[in-house]
């Protein structure tokens, strides 16, 4: 039993779901589900197609090499069974991924951060621009931090008897 | 047997007919619509099949002709020499070789116009090329018409053949023409020949049947002979030869004594000695015809010493049968067929003499039967009493006590299927299939082997130095983790304050507000008229709500409020207020619909009237005629506000022909009103 990789989106396909196709060259194409199984139908590009890992990787949105990725290779020739060596490996692989994914999400961090001073930049500017939406001038003049002013007690109005008829 | 398959052959159609039947077929029972349009390996299928199957009913109509023919060599030769003498085996064959032939070239026309459609590259091609193999096909069968043509006469005449049965016990009447012969057969069968003064009158072979103790004979009339060479011979005589060569009969030679055939009896005789080489080997009767015309006693010396020579050959066939007593009357008989005297006597004889003779032949075939009985094996018998067993060489007993030891071991070793059985059978035990596994370590053997973990293949990672290369990576990992440390301590500058991000977070939810409301007052400004402002439908005007929205903003509303409520027409009556802040949102409600009502009425005096009460005025002469009048105007308005028009003069129409009224079909009904 082996987890393959879906041809379109490159998602994992477990037993039991998905399609394979095998063309008249005999190159075999396996699908995850009918979405990429359609998109490919329609002869679609992978790699122009947003949402597939193809795209993110040519598009430098996710992590391209890496040395973790050489750990996982696919081999041909069967290994005869050594429980030590089985062992290790499975905890190599909970390490390996744990590694994998921090890098991974440093490599988003490292993409998104010039965003975030700019994103600053903006929110500082809009704070001050347009603080007199929640801020009457008066009470700026009187506080001049750009924060929300103190609200104000409203005194209770005079009852005014004003009955006219009784 | 045989003779029946004659009246079975199937007609032979003529070239034309053949032609026809066979296109038409090949029209009705292949598809016939094509376009050109359709995949091309379609169109050669389908003008494939139609030559295939045009070649395949020639070729299958063709099979059943020259299979029904019989063959000349393997059919009875007596029907052989018959059908030679009828119609000429040369030319027959040749006829039948003709349409083999045929059979062929079709067969030849038909493969290579296969092949050549399978690649044709258009419907006009493959079109072409089907209708050139038809063409040839047909062409073919053209020219074997005269062939076809024949063999249809032949047919007819084969099945007009009389069916005669070549092996059961046949009577051949032979002589000179006109001497008796057809009458004598009406005489003793059923058959109904013609019977006329002229010669000839028996053109062919004539069957008929005659019972004779319990047994059925055929009796076969022939056409009369003439004295000729043999060469000179008709095929009417012919056909009387051939019967007479071929058929195991009784022979009945008559002879017409009175010569009111028109033949002498020397004649008769010349004729009797030419083809008593055909008498060899059957009983022959002479019968002397026509007797009351002319008694057998009364006849000339001459005459009747060529009888009596006549009477010793028929002897001598006697003789050689059986060794039988001269017994000259089964020999020589006379008869009349007009009188009847002497008819029966003359079929017994003769039927008597065919049995006698088929009766010894069967006897002496009967060899068979008896020798069967006589089998039986010879034993030796024992001459001492020295025993004499078989003698083995030595090496062959050694190499069966070694294969007789590997056989024991096999024997004793314990089979996989003895121990499923022991542990309970085929459905209860199942065999362990890691029993014999080559590992390290036995104690592995049972262990199931991981193949996913975690939305991987354990046999991607398996590595015999894994852990190597795991403790490389987490060093580099603990050194990139120490650079990033370095690199986060750079630009936290500029970063808002919480109660700054508070402000923002307000700001941006007051913006989304404000363009919440813009987008439902852009949509519905044109459908709905806008409540003016000072109607306030919402009740949204308020100085509490001025005051909260004041004070969220950090001004004391106080000063707001003062000046509002100073500004207004009138101040509420607190009836139920006590303790109540003003701020209180369920009493507000309350009191908002008192302090309209007492606004209204506070600028009139009086201010306790009914609701429903109309006041006299405005042109009116009393509440009754205003009353009406403000019904008036209401049901006039009640019209345009249900057609949705602002008003009189709102003469708007949407939609000048709208889609559904103008089209489409009904589900159930007619169209023809619109």
Redesign the interface.
């Known amino acids: 039993m082996r987890l393959e990789k879906c041809w379109f989106c490159s998602s994992t396909v477990y037993p039991g779901h998905g399609i394979q196709f095998v063309r008249n060259d005999a190159k075999i194409f396996r699908f995850c589900r009918s979405k990429c199984h359609k998109n490919f139908k329609m002869k679609r590009n992978p790699r122009k197609v947003k949402w597939t890992k193809a795209y993110r990787r040519l598009h430098g949105k996710d992590m391209t090499q890496d040395s973790t990725f050489e750990f996982e290779r696919k081999r041909n020739r069967p290994e005869r069974y050594d429980r030590n060596l089985t062992e290790n490996t499975l905890a190599a692989i909970k390490k390996i991924d744990k590694v994998r994914v921090d890098r991974e999400s440093r490599h988003h961090a490292k993409r998104m951060k010039p965003k975030k001073a700019q994103l600053q930049r903006e929110a500082a500017r809009e704070l001050e621009q347009s603080i007199s939406m929640v801020k009457a001038p008066g009470a700026l003049q009187r506080d001049p931090s750009l924060t929300l002013p103190i609200k104000v007690k409203v005194s209770k109005p005079e009852k005014v008897d004003n009955r006219m008829e009784e | 047997m045989v003779q029946y398959n004659f009246k079975k052959i199937t007609v032979v159609p003529t070239g034309k007919e053949f032609i026809d039947i066979i296109l038409s077929r090949t029209q009705r029972r292949t598809p016939t619509q094509v376009h050109k349009g359709y995949a091309i390996s379609r169109l050669r299928q389908f003008y494939m099949r139609k030559v295939k199957f045009t070649q395949q009913n020639f070729h299958e109509k063709l099979s059943t002709i020259i299979d029904d023919f019989p063959r000349l060599n393997d059919i009875h030769p007596f029907y052989g020499d018959l059908l030679h003498v009828l119609y000429n085996k040369d030319h027959y064959k040749l006829a039948l070789g003709q349409i083999n032939t045929a059979r062929n070239l079709i067969s030849k026309i038909a493969k290579d116009y296969v092949r050549l459609l399978k690649y044709g590259d258009s419907l006009y091609r493959c079109k072409s090329l089907k209708v050139a193999a038809l063409g040839r096909m047909c062409t073919v069968i053209k020219k074997v018409t005269p062939s076809l043509a024949y063999l249809e006469q032949i047919r007819q005449h084969m099945a007009r053949l009389p069916s005669i049965d070549p092996n059961s016990r046949t009577v051949l009447i032979c002589g000179y023409p006109n001497v008796g012969k057809s009458s004598f057969m009406n005489k003793i069968t059923r058959a109904d020949v013609d019977v006329q003064p002229y010669a000839f009158t028996t053109k062919s072979l004539f069957v008929g049947h005659t019972d004779y103790k319990y047994l059925r004979y055929q009796v076969i009339d022939t056409p009369g002979i003439l004295d000729r060479p043999f060469e000179d011979r008709n095929i009417i005589e012919m056909c009387s030869i051939t019967a007479l060569a071929h058929l195991r009969a009784a022979v009945l030679f008559f002879l017409d004594i009175s010569g009111s055939c028109g033949y002498s009896i020397a004649q008769q005789a010349a004729l009797f000695d030419s083809i008593k080489s055909l008498f060899m080997n059957k009983p022959l009767i002479i019968v002397c015809n026509k007797t009351d015309l002319q008694a057998l006693e009364g006849l000339s010396e001459d005459d009747m010493k060529l009888v009596m020579e006549m009477k010793s050959e028929a002897m001598k066939t006697l003789v050689g049968q059986g060794g039988e007593a001269t017994d000259g009357s089964n020999v020589l008989l006379t008869m009349s067929t007009l009188t009847e005297e002497g008819v029966i006597a003359v079929k017994n004889a003769a039927c008597e003499r065919l049995l006698d003779q088929r009766v010894e032949q069967k006897m002496k075939s009967k060899k068979l039967n008896d020798c069967l009985n006589r089998f039986h094996v010879a034993m030796p018998k024992p001459r001492d009493q020295k025993e004499r067993p078989a003698c083995i060489p030595q090496a062959v007993l050694e190499a069966k006590a070694k294969q007789a030891e590997v056989d024991a071991d096999k024997e004793k070793r314990k089979l996989e299927r003895d121990l499923e059985n022991e542990n309970g059978g085929a459905g209860v035990y199942s065999a362990s299939l890691k029993k014999r596994?080559?590992?390290?370590?036995d104690e592995?053997k049972e262990?199931i082997?991981?193949?996913?973990?975690?939305?991987?293949?354990?046999?991607?990672?398996?590595?015999?130095d894994?852990?190597m290369?795991?403790e490389e990576?987490?060093r580099?990992?603990g050194v990139?983790q120490g650079l990033?440390e370095d690199e986060d301590f750079e630009?936290d500058g500029?970063?808002?304050?919480p109660?700054?991000q508070?402000?923002?977070t307000?700001?941006?939810k007051?913006?989304s507000l404000l363009i919440q409301q813009h987008r439902i007052k852009k949509s519905t400004a044109e459908s709905r008229p806008t409540v003016p402002r000072k109607f306030d439908k919402d009740k949204k005007f308020t100085s509490e709500r001025m005051?909260?929205q004041?004070?969220?903003?950090?001004?004391?509303?106080?000063m707001a409020?003062d000046r509002a409520?100073s500004k207004s027409r009138?101040?509420?009556?607190?009836r139920s207020?006590d303790g109540v802040?003003?701020?209180d949102v369920d009493g507000d409600k309350q009191n908002k619909k008192m302090r309209l009502k007492s606004r209204s009425m506070s600028r009139s005096r009086s201010?306790s009237r009914p609701p429903g009460e109309v006041v006299p005025g405005e042109g009116f002469k009393d509440s009754a005629q205003k009353k009406k009048a403000i019904k008036i105007a209401k049901s006039s308005s009640k019209n345009r506000n249900k057609e949705a028009r602002r008003g009189e003069a709102d003469r708007v129409i949407p939609t000048l022909k709208p889609k559904h009224l103008f089209s489409g079909k009904r589900s159930t009904g007619k169209t023809d009103r619109r």
């Open positions: 596994y080559i590992l390290a370590h592995w262990d082997i991981p193949e996913i973990l975690d939305g991987h293949n354990v046999a991607d990672f398996l590595d015999p894994i852990l290369r795991l990576l987490e580099e990992e990139l990033e630009m500029a970063e808002l304050t109660e700054e508070a402000a923002l307000e700001i941006r007051k913006k005051g909260r004041l004070s969220s903003l950090g001004i004391d509303p106080s409020i409520r009138g101040r509420k009556r607190d207020s802040e003003s701020m201010m």
